[in-house]
Structure formats: structure tokens, C-alpha cells
């Protein structure tokens, strides 16, 4: 926790009084999301759950985090078209993973039909820890990049003017007046406006594929309504729908209920849960089309765990990214270590030593969405479990990342008002478009921070973990 915040975070009655303003300012500025017991009902909201005071980032690494998301795009945009690497990276998961071997499938299919989609649209976002490990400095440490449906930059666009209030009303003023400026559903709804303008068609919509589960509909509606002020068509449909009503004509243009699709801007589709066969079908649909994907099946296969680990290898990143020294040495400088657990000697040494020393390590399946990585004695059991098994290649090992905690109080509805030992994770969001093989847009898109107390080893703020917030740099 920053200093400036130690003298109020003790001071119950201040607490308190900030808290209260800090709920209703949520409420008033559209921090919202449905409840649990109401998921389809938007005339019954709540605050989304985010913290009390912003979060001390460190100034440097925040810095640093932009400053290589430009490199991040470059290198997704690459991996995506470049079916050897993704072929030859993917063949031992997809043996073991069938989602995985699913969407590799749909890829190869589309490939081999020959692509009708000519403007390609990135939509992504890179996850980071500050690593406090080794007792030195803090380092800035990749968790992980979201290449599909990365959540929360809407809702994040609004929460900086909540904690700018809370800090004023504390007494902060000056500190308030500190807090950066943050609109990644501008940024996004950018990228989105730049693929549709380049698809060419006054008359087409963009589409957004959703949840039958809409919880996190305000999250989305911020850059839907960027889109309409651009006075761009926005239609909602899930994968349902679009079994139902999709069509491709003879230049696999796009139909939904007779209209022309020009952007499919996917927030679903990242778990397996949610396909079954006629799911899959559409699934395959859209890929067939001329429409542009965020992202394209080749896009969300680049931002697996496996292709993450197969990153980190010795001359990996000199290969995909040759004449581009310095972007391959801005994102190696973020890599934390990662280890592969394929079938054969080295496998077996990295699975013996995780299993050694479980701390030490975090067990990465091939799955977005939060929730779903394995730590400590649960990592062990499992590991044990299919240590002999093709099955552990649809697994990565990580170093675990050690960052330093803080003290702050989690608003959520309905709980009591603590203080508690909080961990953060920095996101970054990064916007590309491509036309042909020109990239025409190349950017970073604004921030998001999340925090979660200690004892919670996993899952963001879908997943009911983790909370909003703010960074406060120093």
C-alpha cells in the first residue's frame, strides 16, 4: 500500500464514510453488473465488486507494461499466420486436449478451403504480476495473454473517477489529481471501428457474440455504445442464433436474419463448456465467412498456454520476429519462467521437480476464463496423477510469481466491510488491425488492474475473485 493511504486505512469511521460514498458513486458512474440470482434481469443491478483505495503500482513497471504491448500485438498477429509453428507447437496438446484439437481442426478446415476473411482484427490482453521474489527490485512478470473476449474494459474505463472521489473525500486531494486518465472501451471500440470501415460496407452490422449468461452486459454495452455514437450497427446474437439464422452467400459474405455482418467481436466461446455439436457448427460458420473476427480461430489458438510456453524457449521469439531485436528483447524481459511438460527426458525432470517442490510452481491447463490453475498440493496430487500420461502435455508448468501485498478493503455487495491482504495483476489492451499484410493499426488501449486478497490463489472478477481497481503509480 502506498504510504499516503497508511493513515486512513486504520481509521475506522473514515473507512466507513469513504465506503459509502464509494458504493454510490459506483452506482452512479455505471459500475454495474447483474446479479447472480437475476443474470437476465438489468432492472435488478448491483455494483460491480472493486476496492476502496486505488493500488501503488510501480511507475516503472506500469510504464514498461505499455511500453511492450505494441510488441505483443506484432507477435499474435504473427503466430496467427504462421501454421507451421502453430501446427508443430500444438501437436502434442492436441493428441491430449480435444478442445484444443477442436479448434486446430476448424483452423485447418478454413485453411484448406482458402480464408475469405482479408481484414483481421486483435482484440487482446496481457496479463502482469510484480514479481518480489528475489529480494531485489520488483520485476514486471507475464502471467498470461488473453487473446479472446478479454473482459473488463468498459467497466474499468469508468472506475478511476470512483477512486479520484473516494481519495478527495479522504483528504486526498492532491493525490487524487494523480490518478490517470484510463478508456479501453474507446480503444476498443477503435479497433472494432477500423475493421468494419475496412470490410467495406455502409450497410453492415457488427456483431457481438454472447453469453446465454449476460452478467457482465454493462462491461459490454460500454463499447457497444462507443460504436453507436460512431453510429455503427451493433446486433447481439449467441452461437444458438447463429446456427439458427446464419448464411454465407456465394462470396461467403456473412447473414445474420438478412443482415450483412461485418465484424463478429466474440465474448463467448473461450471454454469448452459452452459447445456442443450445433455450437460447434456455427462456430465453423463464422470462420468460413468473409466477416472479420475478434479473434480469427488462429488468433485464439496463438494465445494457448502451450504456444505461451513455447515462447519462452531459447531463439523461438529471434524466429518469428526476425529484424526486430529490440521488440524480441522488450518481451523477453517480461517472461517469467515457463517449462514444458511434453512426453520425454526433459519432461519428466520438470514434472519430478514440480512434484518436488509444489510451491515453487503453477499448473497452466489450455483454458481461458480464470479459476482453472493448480497450486501447492492440489498441483502435486495432480501432477502425480498423470506424471506417466500423455495427458500432462495438455499442461504447463510456471514459476510462481511472489508479489508484494498491501493492505486495502474489497467492496463487494452484500459483505461485511474488512480490511484485508491484497495481491494486484495489471492488464494491458492492446487494439491491431490488419489489412492484407499491412498493419494499419498498432496500439495500446488503455489499462486494468484487479486485485484479490492472499488467500485466493486464482480467478479474476467473473470468476468472483478478484475486484476493480485503480493503479496509484510511484
Known amino acids: 500500500m502506498a504510504a499516503a493511504w497508511q493513515d486512513v486505512v486504520r481509521d475506522a469511521a473514515a473507512v466507513r464514510e469513504a465506503a459509502a460514498v464509494a ?12 446479479t447472480g440470482e437475476q443474470p437476465h434481469a438489468s432492472d435488478v443491478v448491483n455494483y460491480a465488486p472493486f476496492t476502496l483505495l486505488p493500488s501503488a503500482v510501480p511507475r516503472a513497471l506500469f510504464e514498461q507494461a505499455y511500453t511492450v504491448q505494441q510488441d505483443f500485438n506484432l507477435l499474435v498477429d504473427t503466430i496467427s499466420q504462421n501454421k507451421e509453428f502453430l501446427e508443430k507447437t500444438l501437436a502434442s496438446t492436441i493428441k491430449v486436449d480435444d478442445f484444443t484439437a477442436r479448434l486446430f481442426r476448424i483452423y ?78 474507446k480503444g476498443l471500440a477503435l479497433g472494432i471501428a477500423k475493421a468494419w470501415e475496412l470490410y467495406g460496407s455502409q450497410r ?28 455503427i450497427r451493433v446486433v447481439r446474437k449467441r452461437f444458438w442464433d447463429v446456427f439458427e439464422q446464419g448464411s454465407l ?45 475478434c479473434p480469427d480461430i488462429a488468433t485464439q489458438l496463438a494465445g494457448t498456454k502451450k504456444v505461451q510456453q513455447e515462447l519462452s524457449r531459447p531463439g523461438t521469439l529471434e524466429k518469428l520476429l526476425p529484424g526486430h531485436p529490440e521488440a524480441v528483447a522488450r518481451i523477453r524481459a517480461t517472461f517469467a519462467g515457463l517449462y514444458s511438460l511434453d512426453e520425454g527426458e526433459e519432461g519428466d525432470r520438470i514434472a519430478a521437480t514440480a512434484i518436488a517442490d509444489p ?3 503453477v499448473l497452466k491447463p489450455q483454458r481461458e476464463g480464470g479459476g482453472n490453475n493448480l497450486y501447492g498440493e492440489e498441483l502435486r496430487e495432480v501432477l502425480e496423477k498423470i506424471k506417466d500420461s500423455p495427458e500432462r502435455t495438455s499442461y504447463i508448468l510456471m514459476d ?7 493492505l486495502n478493503y474489497l467492496l463487494r455487495a452484500h459483505s461485511p466491510l474488512q480490511v484485508s491482504e491484497c495481491i494486484s495483476e495489471l492488464g494491458i489492451f492492446g487494439v491491431y488491425v490488419r489489412q492484407g499484410q499491412e498493419l494499419v493499426l498498432n496500439q495500446a488501449a488503455g489499462h486494468l488492474l484487479r486485485t484479490k486478497a492472499i488467500e485466493h490463489a486464482d ?16
Not at 502482469?128 to 473488463?152: K, V
Not at 510462481?400 to 498491501?406: E, F, H, M, R
Open 23 to 34: 458504493v454510490d458513486a459506483a452506482l452512479l458512474a455505471g459500475v454495474l453488473m447483474r
Open 249 to 293: 452467400d456465394a462470396s461467403r459474405r456473412l447473414y445474420m436474419d438478412g443482415q450483412e455482418v461485418a465484424v463478429v467481436y466474440y465474448r463467448e466461446g473461450y471454454v469448452p463448456q459452452v459447445y456442443d455439436e450445433q455450437n460447434w457448427e456455427a462456430r465453423l460458420l463464422l470462420e468460413r465467412s468473409r466477416a472479420v473476427k
Open 108 to 185: 485447418m478446415q478454413v485453411l484448406e478451403e482458402g480464408l475469405a476473411q482479408t481484414v483481421f482484427l486483435g482484440i487482446n490482453r496481457s496479463d502482469y504480476m510484480f514479481d518480489c521474489g528475489l529480494g531485489g527490485p520488483a520485476a514486471l512478470r507475464q502471467i498470461e495473454i488473453n487473446t479472446i473476449a478479454a473482459s473488463f474494459g468498459g467497466l474499468t474505463s469508468r472506475t478511476a473517477d470512483v477512486h479520484r472521489l473516494v481519495l478527495k473525500v479522504l483528504g486526498k486531494t492532491e493525490e487524487a489529481s494523480h490518478l490517470l486518465p484510463n478508456n479501453p472501451a
Open 400 to 406: 510462481k510469481i511472489k508479489p508484494q501485498p498491501a
Open 459 to 474: 480467478g479474476g472478477v467473473a470468476a468472483g475473485v478478484a475486484v476493480l481497481d485503480t493503479p496509484y503509480l510511484v
Open 204 to 231: 453492415a452490422v457488427v456483431m457481438f457474440l454472447v453469453e446465454d449468461v449476460q452478467r457482465n452486459i454493462f462491461d459490454q454495452r460500454c463499447v457497444e455504445n462507443e460504436l453507436w455514437n460512431r453510429n
Open 359 to 361: 510451491d515453487r510452481f
